[in-house]
């Protein structure tokens, strides 16, 4: 299982940004079996060389089905690293994982500051990522899920995107659009109004807009687009677990086709480290 650092220049955000990749070509057993080839058969240069050629490493594997995961509120592209076991169950199910940073942003698009978020995960950080790695470019071998913030970036995103994403993964997502006024605190910066609307804009017009992604639900399917499955789990401890509900309620009545699972939990990595395995085990059925 290989880690990998990127940096590069985003024309979306137009700035250096770093994201973290997960790629499954490696494998101990694989490297063991070469080595086995090399010791038996090889001693001098052509020996080597036909030995290698017998049994090369790493093995040619076709371009990996990738999920692309987006961090939550506060976080960034190394969250994952350090409170999961991604590599892991990345590994054992043979997919790649890429895993950006989002900043607060919602993973929406920021015109007026050139913070193109929502179409840099929707568009440009797919195609780089594709130039760069073995990826497959196929629909269905391509998903994007994330926790809280990043769950609702992943929701907007592979709904906005569907021609891209085949498949779409939200636990516990952030759905705060349908009761902003309850919300809005001073407590916390992400629930001020300030930083709501510099986010979303005018509070008043997000629902029914793309932000929205029961609109987009609906759009998709009355313009014939594609139709990403979707799934979605939330704590059932976790305050934003009645609006996943409704929202997944929603989705299904429209047509897509909508998994929804709650489990013993709250809003915190406990529950997001049972959630993200079956999730996977999803992805990949």
Not at 111 to 118: C, D, I, M
Not at 158 to 183: N, P
Request: overall charge negative.
């Amino acid at each position: 299982m290989a880690l990998i650092s990127v940096d590069y220049f985003s024309s979306c955000l137009m700035r250096t940004t770093t994201l973290e990749v997960i790629l499954p070509f490696d494998n101990q057993g694989d490297a063991y079996a070469t080595d086995s080839v090399m010791r038996r058969e090889g001693g001098d240069l052509e020996r080597d060389l036909k030995a290698w050629a017998s049994r090369p490493y790493p093995q040619k594997q076709a371009p990996y089905r990738t999920l692309f995961l987006l961090h939550g509120i506060s976080g960034n592209h190394a969250d994952w690293i350090s409170e999961t076991r991604i590599r892991h169950w990345a590994e054992s199910r043979g997919i790649a994982v890429v895993m950006p940073s989002g900043y607060n942003a919602f993973y929406l698009d920021q015109p007026e500051v050139h913070n193109y978020y929502g179409r840099y995960v929707g568009q440009e950080l797919v195609e780089v990522a594709r130039c760069m790695f073995p990826l497959s470019d196929r629909r269905e071998d391509t998903f994007i899920g994330g926790i809280s913030m990043g769950a609702y970036g992943a929701l907007r995103n592979g709904l906005k995107y569907c021609e891209t994403f085949g498949s779409v993964v939200a636990l516990s997502s952030a759905m705060v659009i349908d009761g902003f006024d309850q919300i809005i605190s001073d407590d916390l910066f992400f629930l001020s109004r300030p930083f709501l609307e510099h986010t979303f804009g005018d509070l008043s017009h997000v629902r029914g807009s793309d932000k929205d992604p029961a609109r987009l639900a609906a759009d998709l399917v009355y313009c014939d687009r594609p139709r990403p499955r979707i799934f979605m789990s939330c704590g059932n401890q976790d305050p934003l677990a009645e609006p996943n509900r409704v929202l997944a309620r929603r989705m299904r009545d429209t047509g897509l086709d909508v998994t929804y699972h709650e489990m013993d939990g709250g809003h915190d990595w406990d529950f997001w480290n049972a959630a993200l395995p079956e999730a996977l085990n999803w992805l990949v059925r």
